[in-house]
């Protein structure tokens, strides 16, 4: 399947092993994940959006421990929040606080968007050039212009919090406003006719580079290219639970241990 050891284990404690569904496997600050919860990720199932959510939260995450952090993640309910009016008082305790990295050295924002039809798209403004690129593998001639009025409704929102003091020192030789960066950006090398199914798939790869940016991401997902799609989701639920920011590692690391152990003395004959 692709998977290392760990990730092996703690996937076959997650899909396998018969526990309690309502058990919280994952948890950081007042975020909590069950083992229903992480089932989504199975082939044949559509990730849900507390997963692929909780893949950016881990990616927030990841991001702080590194030593030259520069990158921001920001979940779907900031851009749903944004569309649906949030006051900015909220923008500001909830999404730049929590979620936003306190650093002068900001290059990128990778903002989760989901769309009504239930396709994942993700937005991200280039601090530094400055620009904006659109991540979407499932455009329309149908929905193009909805998706641009959102991501021009959301930047409006990001350059609020890009003036703030948090984050202006990111913004010396260069405007915090994005309504002057020009227009946003359509990766290429990706396709644009994929299901609202594959596109929570795609969400996840873009999330999986360890809260760092890679250019892989304006490329075909490798993964995916290569048919192996439920490595990815295998990968993705394991990297949830043992995650570095996963309240719940230690216990949930022990009990996958066993869990393997039983596993390997049923699967071995003596």
């Not at 948090?166 to 994929?194: C, K, V």
Request: net charge neutral; aromatic share 8%; hydrophobic share 40%.
């Amino acid at each position: 399947m692709g998977l290392d050891v760990k990730a092996t284990r703690l996937a076959i404690y997650i899909y396998a092993f018969v526990g309690d569904p309502r058990e919280i496997l994952f948890r950081h600050d007042i975020h909590d994940l069950t083992r229903d919860d992480l089932l989504s990720p199975r082939p044949q199932l559509t990730p849900s959006a507390i997963v692929v959510n909780t893949l950016a939260l881990v990616s927030s995450r990841n991001a702080r421990r590194k030593t030259n952090a520069n990158c921001s993640f920001l979940p779907s309910t900031f851009a749903a929040g944004i569309l649906r009016g949030i006051v900015w008082d909220d923008v500001h305790h909830i999404y730049q606080c929590f979620w936003m990295l306190e650093t002068t050295a900001l290059e990128h924002v990778f903002v989760l968007i989901w769309d009504v039809d239930e396709a994942w798209y993700m937005m991200i403004p280039d601090v530094r050039k400055p620009k904006v690129y659109s991540l979407d593998v499932h455009r329309t001639v149908e929905n193009m212009a909805r998706k641009e009025n959102q991501m021009k409704a959301v930047l409006r929102a990001s350059s609020l919090m890009f003036a703030t003091p948090t984050h202006i020192l990111n913004f010396t030789d260069r405007s915090p406003d994005t309504s002057g960066w020009g227009r946003i950006l359509q990766a290429s090398g990706i396709p644009e006719d994929l299901t609202s199914v594959e596109t929570a798939i795609w969400a996840c790869s873009w999330l999986s580079h360890s809260g760092g940016f890679s250019r892989k991401i304006f490329g075909p997902c490798s993964c995916l290219k290569q048919g192996d799609e439920d490595t990815l989701r295998m990968r993705l639920a394991s990297s949830i639970v043992g995650a570095q920011c996963n309240e719940l590692r230690p216990t949930v690391d022990e009990a996958s241990q066993a869990t393997w152990q039983a596993f390997v003395r049923v699967r071995l004959p003596l």
